[in-house]
């Protein structure tokens, strides 16, 4: 069962293509990546699902409802964490998630009880009566990802929900999404962190241009860019990189601090030509490694094109 | 849709809005002082009566008052990036803009009230008539609604919008009658009739002096006719305004 389906889904402003035609489900309970550079059409792709910007073509349905024919309803199980939103920092933590319930249709007495777990849970609940304006900016991010939650929400969209916090605030923040994915919450989360879309992630949408150009698990995608494995390799003196290519086995060799970084794919034949070599011209390889091909080098080959 | 619950949604944004923007003092007390020293500075000088005065500060207090504030939420909340957590959450625009005018209609009868009680109490001014209750509600509602259709421009910058008001506000309270009668303004009289304030200055006048252009029915059914134009077109102007504002 499907909790998001989007079909052929195209955004344009003033006729710059912010998002193209672009389709893609998430199966209900997925922790779903949306990769990309800035400018890539995240934010847009996000906003056109949780209702805020209407679609110039295409389709998406959020559960069951079509997001443009019933948003309030498409809405009502949304948790929604908009890029750079901010909390009503005159107000108190407890007052925005008390109006955030509010707004949620939800019961006050419901939402005194959430509010209380959620304050506790985000490490809030000491400073529930204070105002927001006396907040770090990770307690705030972790107040915004609380209002997000106040409605138990079958879909949750975090759109960069750790750019630019403390440690221990994105860590928190991480644990938590996985918690709450564990127990069912279909999450969509939007980052240029590709580490994070690595550990969180079951899959990932890689976009580009406002199109999606990959979207497969993070395993699969690497294993799909067997080129950029790679071997670093440091000698105990300097040798001519053009030298390391060894006809055509290597595609590229690149200098990375002190080492070399040979890209193949062929990565078994390469060691024992670089021993030969290191004996050839009288040196000693300091150290080797062998690299498998990362989510970041994936990244980088994919919006680079 | 659920109506009521999104009128119960209105309320939470009225609460939100008294909280973070007008119950403040200074807030407050500059809606006390603006239209007072406004008033103090026409009627300094002129041999005019209290039954001709209060009307005049009564509307224009009402004016000032109800549409001070709620033109300047909306850039606020999008320079504070609140605005989109606001739409995000399962709530029409409509709804949400009607809360708006709620907080400012509450705050202008909070003010027009104290000014009731002042004439009544100190200048002993008899200004207590079912249509003029009537009509106070009507017009903060509709000199709300002006203040939220001011507040449309997709801008983050509340000055912007201030400066909008001021160009609005200013010559409206000039050609409506709150400090000449709108006869003295010969061939030019009918400029007043595309003003709102011109008839709930009507409408106090004839409660408080018995003197008016208008029927207080006519009064009240302009009243009535701007509020659902305002109302109206501010949802309209808000709604295309609202991707340009993220």
Same mark, same amino acid.
Request: aromatic content about 10%.
């Given at each position: 069962?499907?909790?998001?389906?989007?079909?052929?889904?195209?955004k344009?402003?003033n006729?710059?293509?912010?998002?193209?035609?672009?389709? &893609?489900?998430?199966?209900?309970?997925?922790l779903f990546?949306?990769?990309?550079?800035n400018?890539?059409?995240?934010?847009? %792709?996000?906003?056109?699902?949780?209702?805020?910007f209407?679609?110039?073509?295409?389709?998406?349905?959020?559960g069951?409802y079509?997001?443009?024919?019933?948003?309030l309803?498409?809405?009502?199980?949304?948790?929604?964490?908009p890029?750079?939103?901010?909390?009503?920092?005159?107000?108190?933590? &407890?007052?925005?998630?008390?109006?955030?319930?509010?707004?949620?249709?939800?019961?006050?007495k419901?939402?005194?009880e959430?509010?209380?777990?959620l304050?506790?849970?985000?490490?809030?609940?000491?400073?529930?009566?204070n105002?927001?304006?006396?907040?770090?900016?990770?307690?705030?991010?972790?107040?915004?990802?609380?209002?997000?939650?106040i409605?138990?929400?079958?879909?949750l969209?975090?759109?960069?929900?750790?750019s630019?916090l403390?440690?221990e605030?994105?860590r928190l923040?991480?644990d938590?999404?996985?918690? &709450?994915?564990?127990?069912?919450? %279909?999450?969509?989360?939007?980052?240029?962190?590709?580490?994070?879309?690595?550990?969180l992630c079951?899959?990932?949408?890689i976009?580009?241009?406002?199109?999606?150009?990959?979207?497969?698990s993070?395993e699969?995608?690497?294993s799909?860019?067997?080129?950029?494995?790679s071997?670093?390799?440091?000698?105990?003196?300097?040798?001519?990189?053009?030298?390391?290519? &060894?006809?055509?086995?290597?595609?590229?060799?690149?200098?990375v601090?002190?080492?070399?970084?040979?890209?193949?794919?062929?990565t078994?034949?390469?060691?024992?030509?670089?021993?030969?070599?290191?004996?050839?011209?009288?040196?000693?390889?300091?150290s080797?490694?062998?690299?498998?091909?990362?989510?970041?080098?994936?990244?980088?080959?994919?919006?680079k094109? | 849709?659920?109506?009521?619950?999104?009128?119960?949604?209105?309320?939470?944004? *009225?609460?939100?809005?008294l909280?973070?923007?007008?119950?403040?003092?200074?807030?407050?007390?500059?809606?006390?002082?603006?239209p007072?020293?406004?008033?103090?500075?026409?009627?300094?000088? $002129?041999n005019?009566?209290?039954?001709?005065?209060i009307?005049?500060?009564?509307?224009?207090?009402?004016?000032?008052?109800?549409? @001070?504030?709620?033109?300047?939420?909306?850039?606020?909340?999008?320079?504070?990036?609140?605005?989109? $957590?606001?739409?995000?959450?399962?709530?029409?625009?409509?709804a949400?803009?009607?809360?708006?005018?709620?907080?400012?209609?509450?705050?202008?009868?909070?003010?027009?009230?104290?000014?009731f009680?002042?004439?009544?109490?100190l200048l002993?001014?008899?200004?207590?008539?079912?249509?003029?209750?009537?009509?106070?509600?009507i017009?903060?509602?509709c000199?709300?609604?002006?203040?939220?259709?001011?507040s449309?421009?997709?801008?983050?910058?509340?000055?912007?919008?201030?400066?909008?008001?001021?160009?609005?506000?200013?010559?409206?309270?000039?050609?409506?009658?709150v400090f000449?009668p709108?006869?003295?303004?010969?061939n030019?009289?009918?400029?007043?009739?595309?003003?709102?304030?011109?008839y709930? *200055?009507d409408?106090? $006048?004839?409660s408080?002096?018995? *003197?008016?252009?208008?029927?207080?029915i006519?009064?009240?059914?302009?009243?009535?006719?701007? @509020?659902?134009?305002?109302?109206?077109?501010a949802?309209?102007?808000?709604?295309? @305004?609202? *991707?340009?504002?993220?």
């Amino acid at each position: 069962m499907y909790s998001i389906e989007v079909r052929d889904l195209t955004k344009n402003f003033n006729g710059f293509k912010a998002v193209d035609k672009i389709s &893609f489900m998430i199966k209900s309970g997925e922790l779903f990546g949306l990769l990309g550079p800035n400018g890539a059409g995240k934010t847009t %792709t996000i906003r056109m699902l949780t209702g805020i910007f209407k679609p110039t073509s295409g389709t998406a349905l959020v559960g069951e409802y079509d997001i443009q024919k019933n948003p309030l309803e498409a809405k009502q199980f949304m948790g929604i964490v908009p890029e750079m939103a901010n909390a009503y920092v005159d107000l108190s933590a &407890f007052r925005n998630l008390l109006l955030m319930g509010e707004l949620y249709g939800i019961r006050k007495k419901e939402i005194m009880e959430k509010a209380e777990i959620l304050l506790k849970l985000f490490g809030l609940y000491e400073r529930r009566n204070n105002k927001v304006k006396t907040f770090s900016k990770g307690m705030k991010q972790r107040l915004i990802v609380a209002m997000g939650l106040i409605n138990d929400p079958k879909i949750l969209f975090l759109d960069e929900p750790t750019s630019g916090l403390d440690v221990e605030s994105v860590r928190l923040i991480r644990d938590l999404i996985k918690d &709450f994915n564990s127990k069912g919450t %279909t999450v969509i989360l939007t980052t240029h962190n590709i580490e994070e879309a690595n550990q969180l992630c079951d899959r990932v949408a890689i976009m580009n241009h406002g199109r999606i150009v990959a979207i497969d698990s993070p395993e699969k995608l690497k294993s799909t860019f067997q080129s950029t494995a790679s071997i670093e390799v440091a000698f105990d003196k300097e040798v001519k990189a053009e030298e390391l290519l &060894f006809g055509d086995v290597v595609t590229e060799v690149k200098k990375v601090g002190d080492k070399l970084r040979l890209y193949s794919r062929r990565t078994g034949e390469v060691i024992p030509l670089l021993a030969k070599y290191s004996d050839s011209i009288g040196s000693k390889i300091i150290s080797i490694n062998t690299i498998a091909p990362n989510l970041e080098d994936v990244f980088v080959r994919l919006t680079k094109e | 849709m659920n109506f009521i619950g999104q009128l119960r949604k209105s309320l939470a944004v *009225t609460k939100k809005d008294l909280f973070i923007f007008y119950l403040k003092g200074p807030v407050v007390i500059s809606g006390i002082l603006m239209p007072s020293f406004l008033f103090v500075a026409f009627a300094v000088g $002129r041999n005019l009566s209290f039954n001709f005065l209060i009307p005049g500060l009564m509307s224009m207090a009402l004016f000032v008052t109800a549409s @001070s504030i709620g033109p300047v939420v909306a850039p606020w909340e999008t320079r504070m990036r609140t605005f989109e $957590r606001l739409v995000s959450a399962p709530v029409t625009l409509w709804a949400i803009i009607l809360g708006d005018i709620f907080a400012s209609l509450m705050f202008g009868l909070f003010i027009t009230f104290f000014i009731f009680i002042i004439s009544i109490v100190l200048l002993g001014v008899e200004i207590i008539s079912l249509s003029l209750v009537a009509g106070t509600i009507i017009a903060a509602f509709c000199f709300s609604s002006l203040g939220l259709l001011i507040s449309a421009p997709p801008t983050d910058n509340p000055s912007n919008i201030m400066m909008l008001q001021s160009m609005i506000k200013f010559p409206l309270i000039f050609i409506s009658g709150v400090f000449v009668p709108i006869d003295n303004m010969g061939n030019w009289k009918f400029i007043s009739y595309i003003s709102p304030l011109t008839y709930y *200055t009507d409408l106090a $006048r004839n409660s408080i002096s018995g *003197t008016s252009n208008f029927s207080p029915i006519i009064d009240l059914l302009a009243l009535i006719g701007f @509020s659902i134009l305002f109302f109206t077109a501010a949802i309209v102007w808000h709604k295309k @305004s609202l *991707t340009k504002r993220f």
